[in-house]
C-alpha cells in the first residue's frame, strides 16, 4: 500500500470545525487494519536504524502513532499532555495557536540527558505543537534523532518552523 493509497483513505470534511476549515479525518484511515499498519511503518522507517530510546507523544492524536511506533522500536513512550493531565512534577511550555495559546507539559523525569527521542504527531500543520514539544524535550537535555507525522499540510508551512531537524511525513496536502 502506497502513501497515495493511504491518502485515499482519508475523508475530508468541509466546514469543520468551523466554515471555510478542510478537515482531514484519519479515523476512516485507522479503522481499515491494513492501512493503519502501513502509515505505522511508512512512519518508522526513516528512523528504525537510528536508535531511538524513546518516543515522544503530543496529546491526543499523536498517541495514536507513538504507541505502536514505540512498541516496534523497542523503545519508550513519553506522553506530552496538555496542563494538568500529568500527575507528577512537570516541565512546562506555552506556545501560540492561531487564536489565543496553549500549554504542554512533560514529566520532569520523562527523559535522561542524551536519550534519543523521535517525536511523533499524527499532523503538521503550523508547526506550533511540535515546536513547543521540541522546547521540553531539548530542556531536559534529550537528543532529538526526528519528528515524524502521518499527514502534512504543506500551505501552512509548519515545517520552515522545523530547520535543522530531520523532518518526514508519509501523506502531503
Request: aromatic share 8%; glycine share 8%.
Amino acid at each position: 500500500m502506497s502513501a497515495e493509497d493511504l491518502r485515499a483513505k482519508i475523508r475530508e470534511i468541509p466546514d469543520f470545525p468551523k466554515p471555510g476549515i478542510l478537515f482531514y479525518d484519519i479515523t476512516t484511515l485507522l479503522k481499515d487494519a491494513a492501512a493503519y499498519r502501513e502509515a505505522i511503518d511508512l512512519m518508522i522507517a526513516p528512523y528504525r536504524d537510528l536508535g531511538v530510546d524513546a518516543v515522544v507523544g503530543m496529546e491526543s492524536r499523536g498517541f495514536i502513532f507513538s504507541s505502536p511506533i514505540a512498541y516496534q522500536l523497542n523503545a519508550g513512550l513519553i506522553p506530552v499532555r496538555k496542563l494538568g493531565k500529568l500527575p507528577a512534577e512537570t516541565v512546562s511550555v506555552e506556545y501560540a495557536l492561531e487564536y489565543g495559546s496553549n500549554t504542554l507539559e512533560i514529566h520532569k523525569d520523562a527523559i535522561r540527558p542524551g536519550q534519543r527521542i523521535l517525536i511523533v504527531d499524527d499532523l503538521l500543520a503550523t508547526g506550533g505543537t511540535v515546536r513547543g514539544t521540541i522546547e521540553l524535550v531539548e530542556r531536559l537535555q534529550g537528543q532529538i534523532v526526528g519528528l515524524a507525522f502521518l499527514v502534512e499540510l504543506l500551505v501552512l508551512k509548519g515545517r520552515d518552523r522545523l530547520q535543522g531537524y530531520k523532518t518526514t511525513s508519509v501523506i502531503q496536502y
